[in-house]
């Protein structure tokens, strides 16, 4: 049985999470939110004292990432997300943990330790996966791609606003340099860089709504999924 896979890559902050989890429900698929998995095994090395020592901790960084103990849970509120029981939900989409999940993105080891994993997720009906590199390494056989970007500066305001609704105090100066950064690391690591499948429908979300572009999505999904 072919299970139809829609794939979401693009930078931080583009708005890949939300509207993956907008087509998911749409279409009633599974939802993978790969940027989480590096998040938590980035948060799990750094409550273990292994983020700085990669190198010399290597077989161990990859056990531990092998073994995550992770948990997706729905709910009325949308996906809680629990590593080791504990919920970190909040605590995986802060600056610092995306920053922990950019470093260990970029070593070939562990991510080939969640490379099961993640296919693991491609059950019937369907799955929506959001990432950076789900069409271009992780599902290459996706019957719709979408390459979800926006400016810099556009994405640097949207976590703002997110994070001070959390009630974090932050300046947008910092969350630009820190998006800024993570973008060249993710465009320019040896292994998956940060790019746009050759087949990718590309969508610049600088200045349109939420709204805008699901309409955009769900049209170009609806014809993909029909030719396919």
């Known amino acids: 049985m072919t299970v139809n896979i829609i794939t979401i890559d693009g930078p931080s902050g583009s708005g890949k ?36 020592k990669l190198d010399s901790e290597l077989t161990k960084c990859a056990e531990i990432a092998t073994n995550l103990d992770i ?20 605590t995986i989409r802060t600056e ?21 994993r993640q296919h693991a997720f491609a059950q019937a009906p369907g799955l929506v996966a959001d990432g950076r590199d789900m069409a271009t390494a992780i599902f290459p056989e996706a019957q719709a791609k979408i390459y979800l970007t926006a400016s810099a500066q556009s994405r640097a305001q949207r ?37 746009p499948a050759t087949d990718a429908y590309i969508i610049d979300s600088s200045e349109l709504s939420i709204d805008e ?11 993909q999924l029909l030719v396919n």
């Open 71 to 90: 948990k997706f849970v729905t709910t009325g509120a949308g996906i809680q997300v629990l590593l080791d029981g504990e919920d970190v939900t909040q």
């Open 213 to 223: 572009v699901f309409k955009l999505m769900t049209n170009f999904v609806d014809k």
């Open 159 to 195: 976590r703002v606003n997110q994070l001070q609704g959390m009630g974090l105090d932050v300046k947008i100066n910092d969350i630009l340099a820190n998006i800024e950064a993570r973008d060249k690391r993710d465009m320019e690591r040896a292994i998956a860089p940060l790019k």
């Open 17 to 52: 999470g939300t509207l993956a989890a907008k087509l998911a429900a749409h279409y009633q698929y599974h939802l993978l939110d790969s940027g989480a998995l590096y998040r938590l095994l980035g948060l799990s090395l750094h409550n273990q004292d292994l983020l700085e």
């Open 96 to 116: 610092h943990v995306g920053e922990f999940a950019s470093k260990v993105a970029v070593i070939p080891e562990l991510r080939a330790a969640l490379l099961a």
